[in-house]
């Protein structure tokens, strides 16, 4: 069995700190990764899966390296880089021949594409295999920063898989502005920025839970007030009122109680001023 090596914990005082101590690492060689790997899948050896990835943590920031383009923190690119290396390694087959380095690329390269898509627009852009492989190539194919001819669109079209106005529309989502949520701070720019007309003044959470709770108090307090009528009371506002189908008329009424329609009125407006009473007292 080879020895074992130290693996200092990084430092983490700052970003530049941080990858100077991952590059100091020790590497391991390939009988130590093998003898590690196997302690891993055979003993579940936390210590072993340890320095695993310690020894691969630069491989993490070179390739994080390669996605600054997009704008995004490097120490986050990093971070997402450092999940997929460690889902590798938990995945890692020492008896298959490839060395831990080759397997992980896929793995921490497939975390800062997530991290990529979901966070530099947002508004995703790319949902597909096809569009995600257009995304992350299309920069790297065009020759310079202007806008694609038709022959250039065709080219890249063919070469990745995709459709032409595929290329188009990326191309176009990928030289589009991103407008702050927020002003600058000048009182101008503070009327016309998004933050001041996007939110909608009747979601904040108080005055939804209030119109809940009003809701509520309403609709019982209905059911109350009918309940306190007498049959003929509650039935009369019941189809003049809160009938689904067409409400029935004073008439109608009248002729099926054997009164006047002047009659069924005064009843149903003695009816509805005990009810107000009610829900007023509810809400």
Not at 100 to 112: C, D, G, P
Not at 145 to 157: F, K, M, W, Y
């Amino acid at each position: 069995m080879s020895q074992a090596l130290s693996f200092p914990v990084p430092a983490t005082g700052s970003l530049d700190q941080y990858i100077q101590s991952v590059n100091r690492m020790p590497m391991l060689s390939e009988q130590q990764e093998v003898e590690l790997a196997t302690r891993l899948r055979e003993q579940g050896d936390v210590d072993a899966a340890r320095q695993l990835v310690m020894s691969h943590l630069r491989v993490v920031v070179a390739i994080a390296r390669g996605y600054l383009g997009y704008g995004l923190p490097h120490a986050d690119l990093i971070q997402e880089g450092n999940v997929g290396l460690m889902k590798a390694v938990k995945r890692f087959d020492p008896t298959r021949g490839v060395r831990l380095v080759s397997f992980a690329m896929h793995w921490i390269k497939a975390e800062i594409h997530e991290y990529v898509l979901k966070n530099w627009r947002l508004v995703k852009i790319a949902t597909t295999k096809a569009q995600r492989k257009l995304f992350f190539n299309l920069r790297s194919l065009k020759q310079d920063a202007g806008t694609l001819n038709p022959v250039e669109v065709d080219a890249i079209a063919t070469q990745l898989g995709v459709k032409p106005e595929e290329v188009v529309e990326m191309e176009t989502r990928l030289g589009g502005r991103d407008i702050p949520l927020e002003g600058s701070g000048d009182d101008e720019d503070e009327r016309f920025a998004p933050i001041a007309y996007l939110p909608d003044p009747h979601a904040e959470p108080s005055e939804a839970l209030a119109r809940t709770q009003l809701a509520h108090m309403q609709d019982v307090g209905l059911r109350n007030a009918l309940a306190s009528l007498d049959d003929r009371s509650r039935n009369i506002v019941q189809r003049r009122w809160l009938s689904e189908g067409d409400s029935a008329t004073l008439h109608e009424l009248a002729a099926e109680y054997g009164v006047s329609a002047e009659r069924i009125r005064q009843i149903e407006a003695k009816a509805m001023q005990k009810m107000r009473g009610m829900l007023a007292d509810a809400v």
